[in-house]
C-alpha cells in the first residue's frame, strides 16, 4: 500500500463488511454497551438523530445512498433520523476512496470516535495503518460521538446481477447500522452479511433490527 493511501486511511477505520466475519460470531454489538451519543425525544418518541454528509462519496453511489438514508428513516419504526449537513457539522460521514484498495475481501470501513476523538476497529487493521489515536474495544467507553464510513470505489456490484444496485444500498445501510453500535448477526437482519440472503428487501432494517434499536435506545444518552 503506497504511503499516501495508508495516510488517507487514518480517517477511515473501524468495523468491516467482509466476506468472513471480523466480529466475533455471536456479537450484536460493535462495542459492547457503547450508544450513539446525539438523541431526541419528540413527543416521547426517542430518537437517534444522524446528520450525515456524503460529498466525498462518488457520484456513481447517490442513488444508493438516499436509499439507504430512506431505508433507516422509513424502517427503523422512527428510532432512527438522518438529515444531511455540511461537513463540518456532521457527525456521520460517508465517503468513498479511490486509490488502491488494499482489503481484497473487505468493501467498506466504519470508524467510531468517542467523546475524546478516540477511534476503535479491529486489532488488525489499526495496526496496519498505525496505531494513532487508536483504543480497543474495552477501553473505547459508553458513548459514539461519531463515525466515518468509507467504501471502496471499486466494488461495483456486491456479486452482480439483476440485484446489484441494491445489494450496493445493503451495503451502505449495514454500515450505517455498525455507525449506531449494530453489530453482525446471523438471525435475518440487515446486519447480516452476504447479499440474496433468502428474504425479499433484505437491504433493509428487519423485525431483529428494530428490536435492537428499541432495547438499545429506549432512553437518552448524552
Not at 487493521?125 to 460521538?145: H, K
Request: proline content about 3%.
Amino acid at each position: 500500500m503506497k504511503k499516501t493511501n495508508k495516510s488517507l486511511l487514518i480517517f477511515f477505520i473501524v468495523v468491516i463488511v467482509c466476506t468472513t466475519a471480523v466480529l466475533p460470531a455471536s456479537a450484536h454489538e460493535v462495542v459492547p454497551n457503547a450508544r450513539w451519543c446525539h438523541m431526541s425525544n419528540v413527543y416521547g418518541s426517542i430518537k437517534c438523530d444522524m446528520y450525515y454528509n456524503a460529498d466525498h462519496m462518488s457520484p456513481g453511489w447517490s442513488l444508493q445512498v438516499n436509499q439507504a438514508i430512506t431505508n433507516w428513516g422509513s424502517y427503523s419504526n422512527g428510532k432512527v433520523r438522518m438529515s444531511w449537513t455540511p461537513l463540518g457539522s456532521a457527525n456521520c460521514v460517508l465517503s468513498t476512496y479511490n486509490g488502491a484498495w488494499p482489503y481484497p475481501d473487505c468493501f467498506a470501513f466504519t470508524m467510531l470516535y468517542n467523546k475524546n476523538g478516540k477511534y476503535t476497529t479491529d486489532y488488525n487493521i489499526a495496526l496496519d495503518i498505525g496505531l494513532g489515536n487508536y483504543v480497543s474495544f474495552s477501553n473505547f467507553g459508553s458513548r459514539i460521538n461519531s463515525a466515518t464510513v468509507i467504501f471502496n470505489n471499486g466494488y461495483s456490484d456486491g456479486g452482480g446481477g439483476a440485484n446489484a444496485a441494491m445489494n450496493r444500498a445493503k451495503t451502505i445501510t449495514h454500515e450505517i447500522g455498525h455507525c449506531l453500535n449494530l453489530g453482525h448477526t446471523s438471525s435475518q437482519s440487515v446486519m447480516r452479511q452476504g447479499w440474496d440472503l433468502g428474504w425479499s428487501n433484505y437491504d433493509r432494517p428487519q423485525d431483529h433490527d428494530r428490536a435492537d434499536l428499541n432495547n438499545y435506545y429506549n432512553k437518552i444518552y448524552k
